[in-house]
């Protein structure tokens, strides 16, 4: 049987919705954030990113480690479990560390850009963060379908009688299920930072005058 990530994509961004729309409803009536509360928002976004790369590096490290002891074990499904999981979880445990540092320089250069520059702020990280949204909807499908796949795996060894099969659908299935225990969290704090990109309007303001000199001009943001 072949699965596809499309197929689990929108139930699993579905779900997702429903996670926090008393928080959307309150920030709405909260009006659209101004500077100082869209560094905060940008600041706060991009440290909880680092904090999931942190994750996704301890589980894979994890697994990794867990398939390694497996390998020391003697039997087909000691050897299945151990080769699947210590594979799955390397690739997880360098792909959080390279996420974890490209986060850690994305968040200061958006970050700084928020402070010095609202408007462009808001141009680029608006097309950024629009394009990570609807990126997360491969990411769940993939770690759905992942999941779906070991568990196939798993119960074609039950039925084969293979220890081995069942061994590296139990490692699949785990890595899949735990990664996307981790991401679906962060599509629900991408929509909400997304929100508050889109209601972020900054508008540049020219007043004449001021300080007892009518010739003098101020250049200014407005909210």
Known sequence: MRFSSRLFAPAALALLAFAAPSEARAE???GPPNDARMVAASRSYYDAEVTTAFLFVAYGAVTAGAGAVSLTQEGDFA?????SSLIAGGITAL?????????RV????????????????????????????QRFALYLGSEIAETIAGIGIAAYGFAAKSDLAKGI????????IGLFVIDAPGAGRAARYQDDVR??????????GGGG????????HSF
Not at 169 to 176: E, K, N, P
């Open 28 to 30: 709405e009536a909260a």
């Open 79 to 83: 050897h299945g479990f151990g080769w």
């Open 95 to 103: 792909g959080g560390a390279a996420y974890g540092v490209a986060a």
């Open 106 to 133: 994305r968040g200061n250069d958006y970050t700084s850009l928020a402070e010095k520059d609202p408007a462009q702020f808001k141009r680029e990280e608006s097309e950024r963060i629009a394009g990570t949204n």
């Open 169 to 176: 659908g139990a490692g699949v299935a785990i890595q899949g």
């Open 199 to 208: 209601r972020f309007n900054p508008q540049l303001g020219v007043s004449v």
């Open 213 to 220: 000199r009518p010739w003098a001009a101020t250049v200014g």
